[in-house]
T-cell receptor
Framework: DTGVSQDPRHKITKRGQNVTFRCDPI?????LYWYRQTLGQGPEFLTYFQNEAQLEKSRLLSDRFSAERPKGSFSTLEIQRTEQGDSAMYLC????????????FGQGTRLTVV | AQSVTQPDIHITVSEGASLELRCNYSYGATPYLFWYVQSPGQGLQLLLKYFSGDTLVQGIKGFEAEFKRSQSSFNLRKPSVHWSDAAEYFCAVAHPINFGNEKLTFGTGTRLTIIP
């Protein structure tokens, strides 16, 4: 297993366009997390899935953001009508069942909105 | 709401010198505590974690951290740094009752520079 994989690694988009990112977790991990990291800040929690169920969403996840994990495997994060403030690194993490098992992070998708 | 403070934005140390990175948390109960490292262009890697028990925790790459309840601190230490330790370090906490949800609250990070 190569770990948590995110695609694309970099995305440049014009303001107002829609973008979609993909995360492939480690295969036996049933939990999946999305975080956002802006320059000079630590990652901020966006949303959490257990299998295909989205169990928690941060207030940071405005109605322009939607995340899915349709079959409990890979996940997508879509941002509609992008704004310059959406420019950030979007990190995905996954963990296996159990109490506080380690969350493994992907390398992230860096989004630049111009 | 829980919060994590890393008071040092940037630290520079000489290779071979000792290191201590500070982390303080604000929370009603003792949270679960973590240190992560992020190299440029990379994701985060877990260095160590504290849930309960011995307050001195050993991690990977020769790092250790000490939980001090009275000071609400979880400082990261290394006796002798290597040039490869240059990176961004994040302290994080998780709510101890969120079983099955490792939602993490991160500090703003400390950037470590190593000079020869």
């Amino acid at each position: 297993d190569t770990g948590v994989s995110q695609d694309p690694r970099h995305k440049i988009t014009k303001r107002g366009q829609n973008v979609t990112f993909r995360c492939d977790p480690i295969s036996e991990h049933n939990r999946l997390y999305w975080y956002r990291q802006t320059l000079g800040q630590g990652p901020e929690f966006l949303t959490y899935f257990q299998n295909e169920a989205q169990l928690e969403k941060s207030r940071l996840l405005s109605d322009r953001f939607s995340a899915e994990r349709p079959k409990g495997s890979f996940s997508t994060l879509e941002i509609q009508r992008t704004e310059q403030g959406d420019s950030a690194m979007y990190l995905c993490a996954s963990s296996e069942p159990g109490d506080y098992t380690e969350a493994f992070f992907g390398q992230g998708t860096r989004l630049t909105v111009v | 709401a829980q919060s994590v403070t890393q008071p040092d934005i940037h630290i520079t140390v000489s290779e071979g010198a000792s290191l201590e990175l500070r982390c303080n948390y604000s929370y009603g109960a003792t949270p679960y505590l973590f240190w992560y490292v992020q190299s440029p262009g990379q994701g985060l890697q877990l260095l160590l974690k504290y849930f309960s028990g011995d307050t001195l925790v050993q991690g990977i790459k020769g790092f250790e951290a000490e939980f001090k309840r009275s000071q609400s601190s979880f400082n990261l230490r290394k006796p002798s740094v290597h040039w490869s330790d240059a990176a961004e370090y994040f302290c994080a906490v998780a709510h101890p009752i969120n079983f099955g949800n490792e939602k993490l609250t991160f500090g703003t990070g400390t950037r470590l520079t190593i000079i020869p």
